[in-house]
């Protein structure tokens, strides 16, 4: 068993593993890990590493897996604090531990982050009266680092009492409490080769180092403008420090990028939304690929024209 002796680097170890998936089935997903001493879960909460910010961000793990060049990696459905989007809460109150959970379809929604880019697990517990929901006790609720009963659509930038079957593509009731040794259907057909049980996962562990999310790394909101007929009061009425300690251009910038196109491509290869699209007029846009998409499809997507070469026949274009 490899030791390693750089204090630098953390003790790593995957434990249980699921299935192959990705375009070449060359993808391994994994239902749990062992990361700096602490045993970690598909739809644990956790907090995020981010630079410049003063919290850390908070997340669910929805996805675990790693490719074939040894990149590990997560996909993180959001959560928000109310401070984080108080232009469209519309004046209410929130507690000070209370999150909203990510939902509806839309860049923010969630993310693929390293997953050295986990700071820690986060105990959030649903205190949602959803039949789906197992309702925790009254000392579950007082050892909670946070709580969430609701979700925020980031399609639509309002608040969702009643979720969905699905988010993010999971099952919303695998969102809400675990109940004892719950077991987590898969999502990926796995093979017989890889149907093992964790304990015939290689026990060799692995260092890794601590990493900080980037901003291209960390959930972005393409959220629309807020409305100009919201007062400074109003927003204050949100029971946290957030709207005093970031400024507006901040809090605007932060939530207003794009995700960033290889990132998109390379979620999307993982999930299987990954198209290529061959003879398309070569004048089109980015846009107007989008705009035909949505039109045929009724579906929404993110596009980008693939930039002609020498070698590119000057009567079909691809996206």
Not at 55 to 61: M, R
Not at 103 to 123: F, H, M, R, S, T
Not at 260 to 289: I, K
Request: hydrophobic content about 30%.
């Amino acid at each position: 068993m490899a030791e390693v002796d750089d204090p630098s680097r953390i003790e790593f170890q995957w434990l249980k593993k699921r299935g192959l998936g990705g375009k070449n089935h060359n993808i391994q997903f994994y239902e749990s890990f062992i990361y700096d001493g602490e045993k970690y879960t598909l739809y644990d909460s956790v907090y995020m590493h981010r630079d410049n910010v003063d919290e850390p961000d908070i997340g669910k793990l929805v996805r675990l897996w790693e490719d074939p060049q040894g990149h590990k990696k997560c996909r993180i459905l959001w959560y928000f604090r109310p401070w984080e989007i108080t232009y469209y809460l519309r004046g209410e109150t929130f507690p000070k531990n209370e999150l909203l959970l990510a939902a509806g379809e839309g860049v923010g929604l969630y993310n693929v982050n390293p997953l050295e880019a986990i700071a820690g697990k986060c105990k959030v517990v649903c205190t949602s009266r959803d039949s789906r929901n197992p309702q925790p006790s009254k000392e579950e609720i007082i050892g909670a680092d946070f709580i969430f009963n609701r979700a925020f659509d980031v399609g639509s930038s309002k608040i969702v009492e009643k979720m969905d079957d699905k988010i993010a593509g999971v099952e919303t009731k695998l969102l809400f409490n675990k109940v004892g040794k719950r077991p987590i259907p898969s999502t990926i057909t796995p093979s017989v080769e890889n149907s093992k049980s964790s304990k015939d996962v290689p026990k060799n562990k692995e260092g890794l180092k601590k990493r900080k999310l980037e901003r291209e790394d960390t959930k972005a909101a393409k959220l629309p403008k807020p409305s100009p007929v919201q007062s400074t009061d109003e927003r204050k009425r949100v029971d946290n420090k957030g709207p005093e300690a970031i400024s507006i251009e901040e809090r605007r910038s932060r939530w207003c990028e794009e995700q960033p196109w290889d990132q998109a491509m390379e979620d999307g290869y993982v999930n299987g939304s990954l198209v290529l699209l061959l003879n398309l007029d070569p004048s089109y846009t980015s846009d107007e690929v989008k705009e035909l998409i949505k039109n045929a499809l009724k579906e929404n997507c993110s596009a980008k024209m693939v930039q002609r070469t020498a070698f590119s026949s000057p009567h079909f274009g691809t996206a």
